[in-house]
């Protein structure tokens, strides 16, 4: 296995990570979770589906609840910088081999939907309909206050395949974690607007969503949610942490909404855009230490959103990580 060559003159431009649409089962049950707890903004809504977003956001939404009988990802949204480039990139998936089609969605430009390599569900789109940004609009802060989308985690069966396929398109790898002494990849963090997190991928039965991650702008909120979680009857919906990450060492907390969907709040990354930087490698024992939480849930590791019509494959190998069950049991 190896680090493929960063490509700086890909195809078409794919600029950040751009929203997430999932299927709820109790649209008030997710809005209560949402914008009541988590504090999103509300840009439109209907009987069937909420338009939300950050209070940092100009673009209408990062985040797309819709009504559905049962709960999945419908898919990861990415934008890219011109209509010229949705053009390039729907060339480019079909000239692999790969579906790719245009659609119509509410509130965005032309949209193209496309699967990576191994299925994963994208849409791509460059353009949106805009919002004022509500950054200084304190009257509509409340919750966690969540600013903006930051990067999405898939569950894979081939980290390796996913890694060769998106530097391909022009992401470049900020960090990996690798098995102690040796080159294999485990986790990928790639990245295309500056910071180390667009899009992760960690070994997993996938391809499957396993959060989408929003930032927050002070440290005191990651205890104030979770206390308001347990106050508003969703204390079981915080799963891992207030804690601080190894690689990145950005704070962080998980919480499952009502259908079982993961999201992560944490605060902000460093900034690696320059030519000269370097993917940082973490050895797997170095990157699971523990600074002062316990570790995580087996369900943090096993457990994600299912992409719609999608059977996840098993990956070929399975790691041991320490989990809060085998932690407690071996005390």
Not at 25 to 46: N, W
Request: hydrophobic share 40%; with cysteine; net charge negative.
């Amino acid at each position: 296995m190896s680090i493929p060559e960063p490509n700086y003159h890909p195809s078409f431009n794919i600029t950040r990570a751009s929203h997430v649409v999932l299927d709820v089962t109790d649209l008030a049950k997710s809005r209560a979770f949402y914008v009541d707890l988590i504090g999103f903004i509300v840009s439109d809504e209907d009987r069937d589906t909420i338009y939300l977003r950050g209070v940092a956001e100009a673009c209408h939404h990062s985040l797309v609840l819709k009504r559905a009988a049962a709960p999945q990802c419908e898919r990861v949204g990415l934008r890219c910088f011109t209509e010229d480039d949705l053009e390039k990139a729907k060339f480019y998936f079909e000239k692999a081999g790969l579906s790719a089609q245009w659609v119509e969605r509410p509130y965005q430009g032309r949209t193209l939907h496309v699967s990576d390599a191994l299925g994963a569900p994208l849409e791509l789109c460059a353009t949106m309909t805009t919002k004022p940004r509500l950054i200084v609009a304190f009257e509509h802060h409340h919750g966690a206050v969540p600013q903006r989308i930051d990067h999405f985690q898939l569950l894979v069966p081939d980290v390796q395949r996913e890694l060769e396929f998106y530097m391909a398109m022009g992401f470049r790898l900020s960090e990996y974690i690798a098995v102690d002494g040796g080159d294999e990849p485990l986790f990928v963090f790639l990245q295309r607007k500056g910071n180390p997190h667009d899009i992760v991928f960690a070994p997993g039965a996938g391809p499957r969503l396993h959060h989408a991650a929003f930032s927050i702008p002070e440290s005191y909120l990651f205890f104030y949610v979770c206390d308001l979680a347990a106050t508003m009857g969703f204390a079981e919906n915080v799963e891992f942490g207030p804690g601080r990450h190894g690689p990145g060492y950005a704070l962080f907390v998980y919480l499952r909404d009502p259908d079982g969907h993961r999201i992560e709040l944490f605060n902000t990354h460093y900034q690696c855009m320059d030519i000269e930087d370097e993917p940082v490698r973490w050895d797997a024992s170095q990157a699971g230490k523990r600074r002062w939480q316990l570790p995580p849930r087996e369900c943090w590791y096993t457990e994600a959103s299912p992409f719609a019509s999608i059977e996840p494959r098993e990956p070929a190998h399975q790691g041991n990580p320490m989990t809060l069950e085998r932690y407690v049991g071996g005390k």
